[in-house]
C-alpha cells in the first residue's frame, strides 16, 4: 500500500494506492504542518482517521508533500510521528513547493507560486527546484494568502478602514470581539487556519471595491516580495497552486499584468496529478 498526501496548515489530502497502482482510498484530514503544531496534535489528526488507521500496518511507502516542510528539523520531526504509526513505511517527505512543480506536469521552465492558507515561491529550471526565501510562516510572511487576508480584515474592522455596509455583513458572519479574536491567535492550535477562514469572507465578497482593493495589495507584495525575487520571472510563465489562486484568477491576471509577467497556468488540488505520477 503507498499514501500520497498533499498538507498544508488546513487540510491535508491523501490518496492510498494499492499494490497495482489503483486508488484505494481518497480522504482528508486536518492539516499537518509541523513547523505550527506539536507531535501530539499531528500524531492525533493521523490516529483519528479511520481509513488511516485501519491501514497503518499495510503501508510501505509514503509520499508526503507539505507546508512547513522546508527545513531539517520540522522534516524529522514529522518523520517521527509517521514512523510511530506507520512502522512498516519508507518514508518520503517533500516541502510543498515540490508538490505544486509536480502538479503542473511541465518541463518548461517557470516561477511556481503557492497561494492557499500560507504562500510561498520558487524557480523550477526545468529539473530541479530553487528557492531564494525561505518561508518563515504566517506571522511574517504569507503575501496574498488566506492567513494573510484574514489579518487584513481583522485589522481594517477594528482601525475602522473598512467601508460601513462590507463591516456590517462582515460582523453578522464572525464573531469579532477583542476575547475571541485573542483567543483564536494567541492561545488556538492553530492560528493561522484560524486566520484563513477569516479570510475566506474576502474573497466570497471579492466583487466589492473594498475587497478588490485589499485582494490587489496582498498580491502586489506578494509580486514584489517573492516572484521578482528570480529574474526569471521576467521571460518565464508564473505558476500557481492552491485554493486561493484558483478563485483569483482574474486578479492575479490582472496584477501579473501590471508587471508585465505571464501567467502560466493554475492548479487547484495537486494530489490526483502527484497520486497518478506515484503510482
Sequence with gaps: MILVADSGSTKTNWI???????????????????????????????????????????????YFYGAGCGTKTATNYL??????????????IYEDTIAAVKSLQTKTPGVVCILGTGSN????????????VISLGYIIMDDASGNYYGKELIKD????????????????????????????LYKSDNPNTYLAQVGR???????????????KKGLRAFVENQILQFEESK??????????????HNEIVEVLNEYDLKLGKIVRHPIVTLAQNHA
Aim: a negative charge; charged letters at 30%; hydrophobic letters at 35%.
Design 79 to 92: 518523520r517521527e510521528v509517521f514512523e510511530e504509526i506507520f512502522e512498516n513505511a519508507d518514508i518520503e
Design 157 to 184: 474592522y477594528y482601525f475602522n478602514k473598512m467601508p460601513t455596509e462590507f463591516a456590517k455583513i462582515f460582523a453578522s458572519k464572525y464573531n469579532l470581539s477583542a476575547d475571541e479574536i485573542k483567543e483564536n
Design 235 to 248: 521571460t518565464s510563465p508564473i505558476y500557481f497552486v492552491g485554493s486561493i489562486a484558483h478563485f483569483l
Design 201 to 215: 469572507f474576502l474573497i466570497e465578497n471579492k466583487t466589492s471595491d473594498y475587497a478588490q482593493k485589499v485582494i
Design 16 to 62: 492510498a494506492l494499492n499494490n497495482k497502482g489503483e486508488t484505494y482510498f481518497k480522504i482528508d484530514t486536518k492539516g499537518l504542518n509541523p513547523a505550527v503544531f506539536p507531535k501530539e496534535t499531528l500524531y492525533d489528526r493521523i490516529i483519528s482517521k479511520k481509513e488511516l488507521n485501519e491501514i497503518r500496518d499495510k503501508v510501505e511507502k509514503i
Design 121 to 132: 515561491c520558487s524557480y523550477f529550471d526545468g529539473k530541479e527546484t530553487h528557492q531564494k
